[in-house]
C-alpha cells in the first residue's frame, strides 16, 4: 500500500486527507534501559504499518498554521462495558502524527514538522456496524 496514492486526498485548500485503514494504535511511553530507549512491540509494530501506508507526498511541503482533525475508529471487543475505546487520545494523536511527520531517511514530506500544528480536534469511538477499524486525519492550512 505504501505505492498507492488513493490513501491521500489532496483538497482544494492545499490541504489533505489521510486514512490508514488498521487499527489505530496510541504511542507507549518509551522503555529506557542503559543500552538506551525502545518502545512496545505494539506500538512499534503499528509504526512499522503506517510507515508502509502512509506515501511519500507528491505535493509542495505545507508551510504555516494548520489546523488537524483526526478520528479514531477502534477495534470494539466482543465483550465490554467501557463508553469509549482504551488509550489516552493524546497518545493516539502523538502515534499519527509522529506517523505523518516520519523520521530520517524515511521522510514523507507533508509539512516541515508537527509543531505548525496550531489547531486540533480528536475524536475516538467504536466502529459503526460494517465499519473496520482505521484513522482519518484531515490536515488543513490557516
Given at each position: 500500500m505504501a505505492k498507492n496514492s488513493k490513501s491521500v486526498?489532496?483538497?482544494k485548500d492545499g490541504g489533505f486527507?489521510?486514512?490508514?485503514?488498521?487499527k489505530p494504535t496510541p504511542a507507549s511511553r518509551p522503555r529506557v534501559t542503559k543500552w538506551g530507549a525502545y518502545y512496545g512491540k505494539t506500538y512499534k509494530?503499528?509504526?512499522?504499518?503506517?510507515?508502509?501506508?502512509?506515501?511519500?507526498?507528491?505535493?509542495?511541503?505545507?508551510?504555516?498554521?494548520?489546523?488537524?482533525?483526526v478520528?479514531?475508529?477502534?477495534?470494539?471487543?466482543?465483550?465490554?462495558?467501557?463508553q469509549?475505546?482504551?488509550g489516552d487520545i493524546d497518545?493516539?494523536?502523538?502515534?499519527?502524527?509522529?506517523?505523518?511527520?516520519?523520521?530520517?531517511?524515511?521522510f514523507k514530506m507533508y509539512w516541515v514538522d508537527d509543531d505548525?500544528?496550531?489547531e486540533l480536534t480528536a475524536l475516538k469511538r467504536w466502529p459503526h456496524p460494517g465499519e473496520e477499524p482505521h484513522t482519518r486525519i484531515r490536515?488543513?492550512?490557516?
Open positions: 486526498t489532496w483538497e486527507t489521510l486514512v490508514l485503514p488498521f509494530a503499528y509504526r512499522e504499518l503506517a510507515d508502509k501506508a502512509i506515501p511519500v507526498s507528491r505535493q509542495p511541503v505545507l508551510t504555516g498554521t494548520l489546523r488537524a482533525t478520528e479514531f475508529v477502534c477495534y470494539k471487543p466482543k465483550t465490554t462495558k467501557r469509549c475505546p482504551l497518545n493516539h494523536v502523538k502515534a499519527v502524527l509522529d506517523a505523518i511527520t516520519g523520521k530520517k531517511p524515511n505548525q500544528i496550531t490536515i488543513e492550512p490557516i
